[in-house]
């Protein structure tokens, strides 16, 4: 069983910084792209940025020149580095990845979510 554990959700106030970090465990499993998507209340879960396996990025234009999406592939580790946070930025924030598991393609796996509060 493979599972997405997200951690380095919290408070903080406008401007502030916050690094998530999302690590994969279980055995037998390789990771393809792997992502970062948000949902706010009442609204529908949006990408945040994604990144693939040899580190080509992607970022929704809401967070560019503010976040940076990284990961180490021995790890098996995704982060996001978010810089001059909004109020706006408010959300569960949810890691997912492309897993194969004993070399068969199983699909998007998605961890729990981590909330992030930007407030003063």
């Known amino acids: 069983q493979v599972q997405l554990v997200e951690s380095g959700g919290g408070l903080v106030q406008p401007g502030g910084s916050l690094r998530l970090s999302c690590a994969a465990s279980g055995s037998s499993f390789s990771i393809n792209a792997m992502g970062w998507y948000r949902q706010a209340p009442r609204k529908e879960r949006e990408l945040v940025a994604t990144?693939?396996?040899?580190?080509?990025?992607n970022y929704a234009d809401s967070v560019k020149g503010r976040f940076t999406i990284s990961r180490d592939n021995a790890k098996n580790t995704v982060y996001l580095q978010m810089n001059s946070l909004k109020p706006d930025d408010t959300s569960v924030y949810y890691c997912?990845?492309?897993?194969?598991?004993?070399?068969?393609?199983?699909?998007?796996?998605w961890g729990q979510g981590t909330q992030v509060t930007v407030s003063s």
């Open positions: 997912n990845a492309d897993l194969y598991v004993s070399g068969w393609y199983r699909g998007v796996y």
């Open positions: 990144i693939t396996n040899v580190g080509n990025t």
